[in-house]
T-cell receptor
Framework: EDQVTQSPEALRLQEGESSSLNCSYT??????LFWYRQDPGKGPEFLFT???AGEEKEKERLKATLTKKESFLHITAPKPEDSATYLC??????????????FGRGTSLIVHP | DSGVTQTPKHLITATGQRVTLRCSPR?????VYWYQQSLDQGLQFLIQ???????AKGNILERFSAQQFPDLHSELNLSSLELGDSALYFC??????????????FGPGTRLTVL
């Protein structure tokens, strides 16, 4: 069974204090790893897709990296508006042709001004 | 804005009742997925439709059903509602999602409260 574990569960940062969120996974045959941002009461907002180990993607203050066992979401000089829950999801084995992602529980990030 | 729309935004109903949640996918997307999110369970996959046909099932209760119509919008029907069904229900869509790995784009959700 595919497993996705995100750590830490919660993270508090001061504005400008860079840090990383971790997503470790146990799957057979990774097809894609996804990062989403979710604000309270809102739908997850797509950030990145990573397909293979060594791949990196950047968007503003966020950078996602992927290894064979985990992914990191690096946040550089965060601002209060980066406060949200960050979700990681993996797509692995197909179930009858459908690649349904398995989501982690998320990391709740709060950035204090 | 992801391009996925969901109605209604909020729904308050009583135990034992039946409700219908509606989702319109992004233009051009063929797959629709339904998820339930509660505080203690995280984001749980319920069911997927691709071009009108059911393609994958997750932890969907027998009291719940869904369908995708020819115009590709989808409805999730929840019946004999219980207090524990109170949650956020999200719809997501992707270009294909069948025999391919696609990014899913989520709608804003419907918050269901069962009293």
């Amino acid at each position: 069974e595919d497993q996705v574990t995100q750590s830490p569960e919660a993270l508090r940062l001061q504005e400008g204090e860079s840090s990383s969120l971790n997503c470790s996974y146990t799957v057979s045959g990774l097809r894609g790893l996804f990062w989403y941002r979710q604000d309270p009461g809102k739908g997850p907002e797509f950030l990145f897709t990573l397909y293979s180990a060594g791949e990196e993607k950047e968007k503003e203050r966020l950078k996602a990296t992927l290894t064979k066992k985990e992914s990191f979401l690096h946040i550089t000089a965060p601002k209060p508006e980066d406060s949200a829950t960050y979700l990681c999801a993996v797509q692995a084995n197909a179930s009858g042709g459908s690649y349904i992602p398995t989501f982690g529980r998320g990391t709740s990030l709060i950035v204090h001004p | 804005d992801s391009g996925v729309t969901q109605t209604p935004k909020h729904l308050i109903t009583a135990t034992g009742q039946r409700v219908t949640l509606r989702c319109s996918p992004r233009s051009g997307d063929l797959s629709v997925y339904w998820y339930q999110q509660s505080l203690d369970q995280g984001l749980q996959f319920l069911i997927q439709y691709y071009n009108g046909e059911e393609r994958a099932k997750g932890n969907i209760l027998e009291r719940f059903s869904a369908q995708q119509f020819p115009d590709l919008h989808s409805e999730l029907n929840l019946s004999s509602l219980e207090l524990g069904d109170s949650a956020l229900y999200f719809c997501a869509s992707s270009v294909r999602g069948w025999l391919s790995t696609d990014t899913q784009y989520f709608g804003p959700g419907t918050r269901l409260t069962v009293l």
